[in-house]
C-alpha cells in the first residue's frame, strides 16, 4: 500500500505542472486565477524583455544575440509577481572526452583528455528592474595531450617502460636522417634505415596529473522600457593561469521592439604562471622566452607571462513576420601578450656541418630538438556571424540556420554552418537535433616539423684550436613564430548532437544534451588540411536541471490560493504555520534552518513535499606536519613518519573541495527518501623535508583529482514533529561511485603509483551512514544537536583498503535576528579511525599521506554560521547558509597536516 | 558580375548582403501577430546549458572559436 503510494507520487512529478491530488479542490479556486492575471497584467513591461540565460553565464559571443534576439515583444512567457522570465536557479554536469590518438606501432598506456564539467548559477531580479546573475563553474581535465608533431622515426612515442608500453614521459629529442631533398628518412630506433622515406609525422603525446580549474563570473543589468544596460566580471583560477575579465553590454530596441541593437565590450587580463614538465623541461630549449623563464636551475622552469583580450561586438536582431526572425553580428577580437601554449614544441632538425660524416649517402643527418613553441605576440580577428529562424506552427517545429566566418591576422580563415531543427512534442518536450561543419585554413606560422641547416650548438675555437666556449643555434635562421599546435593546422570539423529538453513540474527544466565530433584534416572545404595523424574524435553529454523561477512563483501562488480556499471550507486553524505545511509552500524551515555543516538534519513535512539542494564543504589544510598534537621539526618526519624507506618530502598545503546535490522527495508524510550524488576535487603541493635524501619532485610538485565522487542515498523518518521541536533519523548508505585509484604520472622513467590517501575521489567501500538529529525552538532562540556516523560496510574496497569508521557529535544553539536571518554556534568532535589494509599495489612512499598509519584522529572544532531564509521576491522560500568551521584541537593518528577550517555553504528549496 | 577577394571572403560578402536584405524587410509585424515567438522553439537558446558547455570546449579545440577568455576560460591548454 505504502509502495503503491510512493509510486503514485513519484509519477505524479513527471506531470504537467498541476495542484497535488492531496490538496487539489475539485476545481481551481477562481481567485487564484484573477490573482495571477492581475498581477501579470500589473508587471512591468520592462521586466519581460531581458537578458536570457545565455548571455548570464557569459559567452561573450553570445551577449549581444541573446540580449537581442530574447527582447522582442511578444517573446516572453506570462509574468508573475516578483519572478520574471528567465529568473533561474541552473545546475549542471558535463563530461567530453576525445578518442585514441592514431599512434601507429605504439601500444600507449595513454587515456586520452577527458573533462568533468560542473556549474551552478541563478539569475534573479531586484529593485524592480535590476537584474543579477552570479555563476559557479569548474572543470577537471585529465589524459594525454600531444606536446608536438614529429616524424614516426623519432620514435617519440617510444616504449619508456620495461613491458614496452609507452610511458607519459615524451621523447622530444634525438636523431633524424634526411635525403638530398631534405624528405625525412625512415629509420628504427637504433639509426637503421629501412631506404624508405619515413611513412609521416605523428603526434608525441604527455600526460599530465589532472588538473581543476574555477570560475566565478557576475553580471548585473538594468532595463528601461527601450534599453538595457549591463555589466559584468568574473575571475578564473587554475595552477597555472589566472584571468580576470569585465564585460559592458547594452541593447537598444527600435521600431516598438521590432528591431533590436545590441552591443558588447569585454577586456580580459590573464597572468600565466606554467609549470613546465619538469620530466621533459631538460630536453626543450627555452632560449626564446628566456626572459620568462623562471626557476631554470631548479629543473623545474616557470614560464611567467601576461596577456590581455579584448573583444567588440555589435548585433541586431530583427522579425521579418510573424514566423521569422534573422540576426547579424560583428564581433572584432584583439589579444596582446603571450599568446603561445606553454606545453606545446615544435622539433627542429638541425643539420649540423660538423656531424655530416653521420649522415646517409648523399643525405643529411638531423640533430632533433624541441623548442618552445612562438606566436606572435598579437592577434586581430574578425568574426561576422547571421542567423535565421523559422517558424513553422502548423508541426510545432522551428529551423535555425547560422553561419559564421572568422578572419584573423595570423591567415586563418573559418566557416561554420550550423542547421538545428526544433520540434516541440507536446506542451512540456523540445527535441532539438543539430549538425554543424566547420572549415579552417592554417595559421601562416604553422609548423609541425622544422628543419634547419645550422648546428644547434657551435663550438668556437681560438685560432689555435683551444676551446673559446659554445655558441647556440642563429635564431634569425628560423622563423619568426613557429607553432606544432595541430588547432592551428588545416582541418574540418563535422558534428551533430541532439539536445531535449523536458518541463517537469512546478517550474523545473531538465535538459540534456549529446553530441559527436569528428576533427580531420582531410574534412577541411576545398582540401589541403593536415595529415591523417591529427584526426580525432570528440563525444560530450551533459545534463542540467532549471528552475524557471516565474512557473515556480505561478505554481506557489496556485497552492496557496488553493490553502487558504481549503482553510476556508475546513475551518483550519494553524495548519501552516510552524515547521512546514502546505501554507508555507516554498518556504524552507525559516532561519530555523541547522547550520551549513550539518547533513541529513530535515525531513520533509507532508507527502508529495520536494526539495532541491545543493552543498558545498571546502576545507583548507596549511602549516606544519602534527604528530597527535603536537608539531615535530622536520628530522623527525623524515625519521619515523613513512617508517621505511624514509620520508622525503611532506604537504605543505592541501585543499578539498566537495560539492553535493541535494534531493529529496516524501512520498508519505513520515519517510523522505534522499539522493546526493557529489562531486570532489583535490589539490597538495609538496614541500622537501630538511634532511630528507633529495627528491626531484621537492619544491615544486602541485598535484590534483577530481571527479565524481560517491554517491548517498537512503531515507529519513522524523521522529518528533511538534510546533517547536523536531527530532528525526536519518538511514543512509553511501555508494562507492568515487574512483579510489587515482595515480600519479609516471615520470623520470618512476611508476609512483597510487597518488596519496587523501587525494582520492571517494572511500572505495559500501558505507552506512545514520544519523539521528534533534532541533528546537523557543522564542528567537534555536537550537539543536546531531550524532551520525560513517561506518564502513567491507573490509576493503577496490583498490585494497577501507577508511576508519567515523563518529560526530556536534550541538549548536542560534539567535534569529529577524524572520529572514539567522545566526548559529557550534561545537563539534569528530573521532575518525585509521585505514585499514593499504593499497593492493606499490606505491611510492614519499610523504606521511601515503602511510595508512598517518590518518584519522580526534578533532574538535567550532563553527560560526549564519543563515538567510529568503521571505519574498523571486527567490522566495529559499534557504542559504554558511558556516566556517575553525579547528580548536586536533589528535592526530600519526602525522599528519594541520588543518586552516573548513567552508560549509548550502542552497536549498522546498517546495 | 565577379565579387573582389579570395573564395571566402565572396561567401562573406554574398552571407552579409543577404543579412541586409533580411534586415531592411519593410513588412510589419504588430505586437500582436508576434505570439509565435514566445514559444519554447524560439527562444534564442532554448538549451542555453548545453550551449555554453559546447562553446567552452570549442574555445580549447578550434583556433578560430578560440575567444578571450570572458568567462574565465583559461589557457585551454589540455
Keep these: 500500500m505504502v509502495a503503491t503510494r510512493a509510486l503514485r507520487a513519484w509519477l505524479r512529478l513527471f506531470r504537467v505542472p498541476r495542484p497535488s491530488p492531496r490538496s487539489a479542490p475539485p476545481a481551481v479556486p477562481p481567485g487564484a486565477c484573477l490573482r495571477a492575471l492581475t498581477r501579470a497584467a500589473l508587471a512591468l513591461p520592462g521586466l519581460a524583455a531581458s537578458l536570457g540565460p545565455v548571455a548570464s ?181 587554475e595552477p597555472d593561469h589566472l584571468s580576470g575579465f569585465a564585460r559592458l553590454s547594452g541593447r537598444l530596441d527600435l521600431d516598438r521592439k521590432r528591431s533590436v541593437v545590441g552591443f558588447s565590450a569585454t577586456v580580459a587580463r590573464s597572468a600565466i604562471d606554467a609549470h613546465l614538465d619538469h620530466d621533459a623541461a631538460p630536453y626543450i630549449d627555452v632560449s626564446t622566452y628566456a626572459g620568462e623563464i623562471h626557476n631554470q636551475r631548479s629543473g623545474s622552469p616557470v614560464l611567467r607571462d601576461e596577456r590581455t583580450d579584448w573583444t567588440l561586438e555589435a548585433s541586431l536582431a530583427r522579425l521579418l513576420g510573424r514566423s521569422t526572425r534573422v540576426e547579424g553580428a560583428l564581433q572584432f ?186 576533427y580531420a584534416g582531410s574534412l577541411r572545404l576545398g582540401g589541403g588540411g593536415e595529415g591523417a595523424f591529427a584526426r580525432y574524435d570528440t563525444w560530450l553529454v551533459d545534463a542540467s536541471l532549471r528552475v524557471d523561477l516565474a512557473a515556480l512563483a505561478l505554481a506557489r501562488e496556485g497552492r496557496r490560493e488553493i490553502v487558504l480556499v481549503e482553510r476556508d471550507r475546513d475551518g483550519a486553524g494553524d495548519e501552516g504555520a510552524g515547521h512546514g505545511g502546505a501554507g508555507h509552500v516554498g518556504v524552507a524551515h525559516g532561519p530555523a534552518q541547522a547550520p551549513a555543516g550539518v547533513m541529513f538534519a530535515h525531513a520533509l513535512p507532508a507527502a508529495g513535499d520536494f526539495m532541491l539542494g545543493y552543498r558545498t564543504m571546502y576545507m583548507r589544510r596549511d602549516g606544519d606536519i602534527e604528530e597527535g598534537s603536537k608539531e615535530p621539526s622536520d628530522g623527525v618526519v623524515v625519521d619515523r613518519a613513512c617508517g621505511d624507506p624514509d620520508c622525503t618530502a611532506a604537504a605543505a598545503s592541501m585543499g578539498h573541495q566537495m560539492h553535493m546535490l541535494d534531493l529529496m522527495f516524501a512520498p508519505t508524510s513520515w519517510l523522505t527518501l534522499a539522493l546526493m550524488p557529489t562531486y570532489v576535487d583535490h589539490d597538495m603541493r609538496v614541500r622537501a623535508l630538511d634532511g630528507a635524501v633529495p627528491d626531484v619532485h621537492s619544491g615544486h610538485d602541485h598535484h590534483a583529482t577530481g571527479g565524481f565522487g560517491d554517491t548517498r542515498f537512503g531515507a529519513l523518518v522524523p521522529l518528533l514533529a511538534g510546533r517547536r521541536d523536531h527530532a528525526n533519523l536519518a538511514l543512509l548508505v553511501s555508494a562507492p561511485t568515487g574512483d579510489t585509484s587515482q595515480r600519479f604520472r609516471r615520470d623520470h622513467q618512476t611508476e609512483r603509483g597510487f597518488v596519496h590517501y587523501p587525494m582520492q575521489l571517494g572511500s572505495g567501500t559500501w558505507d552506512f551512514l545514520p544519523a539521528l538529529t534533534y532541533q528546537g525552538e523557543r522564542g528567537r532562540w534555536r537550537f539543536g544537536a546531531q550524532t551520525s556516523a560513517s561506518v564502513r560496510m567491507e573490509h576493503e574496497g577496490r583498490t585494497g583498503y577501507a577508511l576508519g569508521d567515523e563518529v560526530q557529535v556536534t550541538a549548536w544553539g542560534g539567535l534569529a535576528v529577524t524572520d529572514w536571518l539567522g545566526l548559529s554556534l557550534r561545537g563539534l568532535y569528530t573521532h575518525a579511525g585509521r585505514i585499514r589494509g593499504r593499497y593492493d599495489r606499490p606505491i611510492l612512499v614519499r610523504t606521511p599521506g601515503d602511510r595508512p598509519a598517518n590518518s584519522g584522529g580526534r578533532l574538535f572544532d567550532l563553527g560560526v554560521g549564519l543563515a538567510l531564509t529568503v521571505p519574498r521576491g523571486s527567490f522566495e522560500g529559499m534557504a542559504l547558509s554558511l558556516e566556517w568551521i575553525q579547528p580548536l584541537a586536533e589528535d592526530w593518528n600519526g602525522y599528519q597536516l594541520e588543518r586552516t577550517g573548513t567552508l560549509a555553504a548550502r542552497w536549498g528549496m522546498h517546495f | 558580375m565577379r565579387l573582389p577577394g579570395r573564395p571566402p571572403l565572396r561567401i562573406a560578402l554574398i552571407a552579409g548582403a543577404l543579412a541586409l536584405v533580411f534586415a531592411t524587410a519593410c513588412r510589419s509585424v504588430e505586437p500582436w501577430e508576434r505570439g509565435a515567438f514566445a514559444s519554447p522553439r524560439m527562444q534564442d537558446a532554448p538549451h542555453a546549458p548545453h550551449a555554453t558547455f559546447v562553446d567552452h570546449v570549442r574555445q580549447s579545440r578550434e583556433a578560430a572559436a578560440a575567444g578571450p577568455s570572458s568567462s574565465g576560460g583559461g589557457c585551454g591548454c589540455y
Excluded: C, M
Design chain 1, 57 to 237: 553565464v557569459g559567452s561573450v559571443a553570445g551577449v549581444g544575440l541573446a540580449g537581442a534576439a530574447t527582447t522582442l515583444l511578444g517573446a516572453a512567457a506570462p509574468v508573475v509577481a516578483f519572478a520574471a522570465p528567465g529568473d533561474e536557479i541552473r545546475l549542471q554536469y558535463g563530461r567530453y572526452e576525445e578518442g585514441e590518438r592514431r599512434l601507429p606501432g605504439v601500444q600507449s598506456r595513454f587515456d586520452p583528455i577527458d573533462v568533468d564539467f560542473l556549474a551552478v548559477g541563478a539569475t534573479a531580479g531586484f529593485l524592480d528592474r535590476f537584474r543579477f546573475s552570479l555563476d559557479y563553474h569548474q572543470d577537471t581535465w585529465s589524459g594525454a595531450t600531444p606536446i608536438a608533431s614529429a616524424p614516426r622515426s623519432l620514435h617519440g612515442n617510444r616504449a619508456s617502460a620495461p613491458d614496452g608500453v609507452s610511458g607519459a614521459t615524451p621523447f622530444v629529442s634525438g636523431n633524424l636522417y634526411l635525403d638530398g631533398g631534405l624528405e625525412v628518412l625512415e629509420s628504427d630506433l637504433f639509426g637503421n634505415l629501412s631506404g624508405r622515406l619515413d611513412p609521416g609525422l605523428v603526434h608525441t603525446l604527455s600526460a599530465a596529473s589532472p588538473e581543476t580549474r574555477k570560475a566565478l563570473d557576475f553580471g548585473i543589468e538594468h532595463e528601461w522600457d527601450e534599453a538595457q544596460l549591463g555589466l559584468g566580471g568574473g575571475v578564473s583560477i
Design chain 1, 333 to 518: 577580437r584583439r589579444a596582446e601578450g603571450y599568446l603561445a601554449n606553454p606545453y606545446k614544441v615544435v622539433e627542429v632538425a638541425f643539420i649540423d656541418p660538423d656531424q655530416q660524416f653521420l649522415a646517409p649517402p648523399g643525405g643529411f643527418y638531423g640533430d632533433v630538438h624541441a623548442l618552445l613553441e612562438r606566436r606572435p605576440d598579437t592577434r586581430n580577428q574578425v568574426v561576422l556571424s547571421a542567423r535565421l529562424l523559422q517558424d513553422v506552427a502548423p508541426i510545432e517545429g522551428a529551423a535555425s540556420l547560422r553561419y559564421a566566418f572568422a578572419h584573423d591576422d595570423w591567415g586563418i580563415d573559418a566557416h561554420t554552418l550550423e542547421a538545428e531543427w526544433r520540434q516541440q512534442l507536446g506542451a512540456t518536450w523540445l527535441v532539438t537535433p543539430r549538425l554543424r561543419y566547420t572549415t579552417q585554413g592554417a595559421a601562416d606560422f604553422y609548423q609541425p616539423f622544422l628543419v634547419s641547416q645550422q648546428a644547434y650548438l657551435r663550438i668556437v675555437t681560438d685560432p689555435g684550436g683551444g676551446f673559446v666556449g659554445v655558441e647556440p643555434f642563429d635564431r634569425a635562421l628560423l622563423p619568426d613564430a613557429y607553432s606544432g599546435d595541430h588547432r592551428l593546422s588545416a582541418f574540418g570539423v563535422l558534428s551533430g548532437g541532439i539536445s531535449i529538453q523536458k518541463r517537469l513540474f512546478r517550474g523545473f527544466v531538465l535538459d540534456l544534451g549529446f553530441e559527436y565530433a569528428r
